[in-house]
């Protein structure tokens, strides 16, 4: 157990809809990461937030957003869903900015129909 | 981009030592390298990290060479729950940046 949660764990929607996912970091980690993993495809990084402050933006779509919250958890909104956005969606936390290591969460099975 | 270069595929008997190498020959001074591994649809785990001398914890080691263009990663004693896909990736702890992933090692322990 990495002590990062990511809720749901499974999520099927139709497309055109807006989900949340919601990772809640380890306890007094301060920087958040999103990743994206689609079928049989690498690790994407989409986006970094540190202390609520967005640090870095990787190759995230325009249809998708985050936001790390006072308490530290941060969500991923995906909307106007579209088949190729089913991937899994990781969430990992680290305490710092600097040569930390970060933690993963067991992720978000998203399925988009 | 990833700037780590691994096999795309190596195979282990189980009870060896499984030792994966990964070439990083523009790593800066400053860059960290570190190991993650990915079994099945998990999420990535953290195995080590170092900067230039080698490095030992429970899971793993890290030997780095002494020009650190390159590293490899020993898992001393390899079970069948050791296969996995593995990365290297190489970091600067600075502002703003996150892991890159590449493609990684896809590692077989076999029995």
């Known amino acids: 157990d990495s002590g990062v949660t990511q809720t749901p764990k499974h999520l099927i929607t139709a497309t055109g809809q807006r989900v949340t996912l919601r990772c809640s970091p380890r306890?007094?980690?301060?920087?958040v990461y999103w990743y994206q993993q689609s079928l049989d495809q690498g690790l994407q990084f989409l986006i970094q937030?540190?202390?609520?402050?967005?640090?870095a933006k990787g190759n995230i779509l325009e249809r998708f957003s985050a936001q790390q919250f006072p308490d530290l958890h941060s969500e991923l909104n995906l909307s106007s869903l579209e088949l190729g956005d089913s991937a899994l969606y990781f969430c990992a936390s680290s305490l710092l900015q600097g040569n930390t290591e970060a933690f993963f969460g067991q992720g978000t099975r998203l399925t988009v129909v | 981009d990833a700037k780590t270069t691994q096999p795309p595929s190596m195979d282990c008997a189980e009870g060896r030592a499984a030792n994966l190498p990964c070439n990083h020959s523009t790593i800066s001074g400053n860059e960290y390298v570190y190991w993650y591994r990915q079994i099945h649809s998990q999420g990535p785990q953290y195995i080590i990290h170092g900067l230039k001398n080698n490095e030992t914890n429970e899971m793993a080691s890290l030997i780095i060479t002494e020009d650190r263009k390159s590293s490899t990663l020993i898992l001393p004693h390899a079970t069948l729950r050791d296969t996995a896909v593995y990365y290297c990736i190489v970091r600067v702890g600075n502002y703003g940046q996150n892991f890159v992933f590449g493609p990684g090692t896809r590692l077989s322990v076999l029995p």
């Open positions: 306890s007094g980690d301060l920087s």
């Open positions: 937030y540190y202390n609520g402050e967005e640090r």
